[in-house]
């Protein structure tokens, strides 16, 4: 019971975890041995500049990828012995993802976008509906439900793709440069829906290169050559 | 459940020309097939009216080898009307009739047209009327005494159908070899080419014009009961060889029963049927080969929303399935265009096949054909999308999120 405590207030741990990938005789060293822990509430910046292994250690987080050494623990589950398509409904469940060029199916509605999460974690349909149309005006995206998501503005795409990330209540909002495919000003008003979530008492791990977008967050872990190099707090 | 079928029918939607074109093989098999079978079936209809099946009980008796050889090309001991005095007497047989068909010139409205006509006998004209099913459309049947008229078939009567430019109707004169004779009536429509382009007279007129004394072309006989047909032939060869001093196996003559006649055409029907089946085969083929390469770019063109799918939580079955019916309603969309194209093909044909053999066959949509079309469409595409599914199901996730 005990056990279980410890890992409820923890959403994700990433213990001593590599990742390295072999060409030949040459080892390419992604990430090399990363301690991160998150808690519930945390709002989490990963910084570093490409090819410090950031892009690597946010799908490890995400447990896209899985790692050569070290374990993962999401919701306190160690993931390393999952098969892929159990890691799938895993993430499914416990994982919002939110990805820089937004990555909606352009053949599917808003709305279907937003239910598709639930889709695959076997949601009943009315639910579904009601659900997504809950979530999709509280982006302020009510009157564009059976919209597709070439006739939104990119705010307005990266909008469905938080509602979508929030379909199956997750523990973990996890955003890979978030603002990158936006203007300034449209990239502030995602990074202040996050931090309402957050507010709510949603995790909220942000990849970045973007000092400015870093700075919201609470924490920041600064990236080099697959290390942490600093972990930086903000003061109060 | 997720809904595939949804996911699956707005994606192809979206398809560009591109992918519709490597339906053309599904599309053109299954259009082949229906209307191969649409046809078929209603060209073995016509078939069988041409035969004139519903009198299944009548067997027809020739001289010479096979009925359609060529003639003259064989000099042949003709049967005569002893012959069919003879057979008639035979216990499994009720009548026979002799007949002769000629072929002459027939003239009217100053327009001369070559034709067949058949005899017949005095005071059997009754006889022959039922077991030929014979009634008029107009005017009265032949009589006997009637010495100086005939009947004609259908065709003759309309001038849409007939060679003249102009309705013939009962009480006009018309020139058979130069002869004039005066119509009395007009046949109703058999549905057969020949019963329906033909002139009829009494055997004595027709004699007068051919002169072929007791020579008969042919003898129609009436079987007693349709359970005897087998036995019934086996005694008029019997009797025939006899009469004629052949033994078996050299007959000089020929007794052949409607079904034999049937089946032969029928035999080669089928033979063009399987053909047409192994071309149909062939191209839908051609379409599975060219769904799997549509669906395998359309893998590659998707690597991304694989990708997206897979992180928000898609197993590898919900992207199997995705992409495995698709491909399925890929095959299905081919299926159905085919079975509409195919279908009005077919009814094309038959009416085609109606207004040359002026036939009356009606074409029929045949529902259980069409589920399996349908079925086996779908089945076909889906199984094309086996493979290119499974591929886009092992994508690794994070090398497909990078597209």
């Known amino acids: 019971m005990k056990k279980e405590d410890k890992h409820k207030s923890e ?14 005789d040459n080892v390419v060293k992604a990430v090399d041995g990363i301690n991160l822990r998150v808690k519930k509430g945390d709002f989490i910046a990963v910084m570093g500049p490409s090819g410090s292994g950031k ?6 987080i995400g447990n896209l990828d899985v790692p050569t050494h070290g ?8 993931t390393s012995y999952f098969s892929e398509s159990d890691l799938a409904e895993l993430r499914g469940k416990r994982v919002g993802f939110i990805f820089q060029q937004f990555n909606l199916i352009p053949n599917l509605t808003v709305k279907e976008n937003v239910m598709l999460p639930m889709d695959f974690q076997g949601v009943s349909k009315q639910e579904r509906e009601e659900i997504a149309r809950e979530l ?3 982006v302020g995206l009510g009157d564009r439900i059976d919209f597709y998501p070439n006739q939104l503005s990119g705010g307005q795409q990266q909008r469905v793709a938080i509602a979508r990330s929030l379909a199956n209540d997750p523990d973990v909002i996890l955003a890979d ?7 300034t000003k449209t990239g502030e008003k995602v990074i202040s829906f996050l931090k309402a979530l957050n507010k709510e008492g949603k995790t909220v791990i942000i990849v970045t290169h973007d000092l400015y977008v870093a700075k919201h967050a609470k924490v920041i872990y600064w990236l080099k050559d697959g290390k942490v190099e600093k972990k930086t707090r903000k003061r109060k | 459940m997720v809904n595939y079928f949804l996911f699956s029918f707005k994606n192809l939607k979206k398809r560009g020309i591109r992918s519709w074109l490597t339906l053309l093989g599904i599309f053109i098999g299954i259009t082949t097939v229906i209307a191969l079978i649409t046809l078929g079936s209603g060209l073995k209809a016509a078939v069988n009216a041409q035969f004139g099946v519903s009198s299944t009980q009548v067997i027809t008796v020739q001289a010479g080898g096979l009925a359609y050889g060529a003639p003259g090309s064989v000099v042949v001991t003709p049967l005569t009307k002893q012959d069919a005095e003879a057979i008639e007497k035979l216990s499994s047989v009720n009548i026979a009739i002799p007949r002769n068909i000629e072929s002459g010139k027939l003239e009217y409205n100053d327009i001369v047209a070559f034709g067949y006509a058949v005899s017949i006998i005095e005071g059997r004209e009754k006889e022959i009327y039922k077991l030929l099913d014979v009634e008029t459309e107009k005017g009265s049947l032949l009589r006997s005494g009637d010495r100086g008229k005939v009947m004609l078939g259908y065709n003759l009567m309309k001038e849409e159908t007939n060679p003249f430019g102009k309705e013939i109707v009962p009480g006009k004169k018309v020139l058979v070899n130069e002869q004039k004779f005066e119509v009395v009536g007009i046949l109703e429509r058999q549905g057969s080419f020949i019963l329906d382009n033909v002139v009829w007279m009494l ?39 006899k009469r004629r001093d052949v033994k078996v196996g050299e007959e000089d003559f020929e007794v052949s029963t409607p079904e034999a006649a049937l089946e032969q055409v029928n035999s080669v029907l089928n033979a063009i049927q399987i053909f047409i089946v192994i071309i149909a085969s062939i191209s839908i083929l051609v379409g599975a080969i060219g769904i799997i390469n549509t669906m395998t770019t359309s893998v590659l063109e998707r690597k991304k929303e694989i990708g997206t799918m897979k992180a928000i939580g898609a197993r590898n079955k919900h992207i199997f399935f995705f992409f495995f019916v698709e491909s399925g309603l890929m095959g299905l969309v081919g299926g159905m265009i085919g079975i509409i194209i195919g279908t009005a093909m077919g009814f094309a044909g038959i009416s085609a096949l109606n207004s040359f053999l002026g036939s009356t066959t009606t074409p029929d949509i045949d529902v259980v054909l069409i589920f399996f079309a349908l079925l ?3 089945i076909v595409g889906a199984a094309a999308g ?7 199901a092992k994508q690794n996730p994070v090398e497909a999120l990078r597209g």
């Open chain 2, 376 to 378: 086996g469409s779908f």
């Open chain 1, 71 to 78: 374990d993962i623990y999401l919701g306190g589950e160690n």
């Open chain 1, 136 to 138: 999709l005006s509280k």
């Open chain 2, 203 to 241: 055997d004595s007129d027709l004699n007068d014009l051919f002169d072929y004394g007791d020579d008969v072309g042919l003898i129609a006989v009436e079987v007693k009961d349709k359970d005897l047909m087998d036995k019934a032939k086996e005694d008029i060869e019997k009797l025939l060889r």
């Open chain 1, 55 to 60: 892009s690597t250690v946010m799908n490890l």
């Open chain 2, 386 to 392: 086996i493979i290119p599914a499974m591929r886009a």
């Open chain 1, 177 to 183: 440069e978030p603002t990158g495919n936006l203007d």
């Open chain 1, 11 to 24: 959403v994700i741990n990433l213990n001593a975890v590599k990742k390295y990938y072999y060409m030949g």
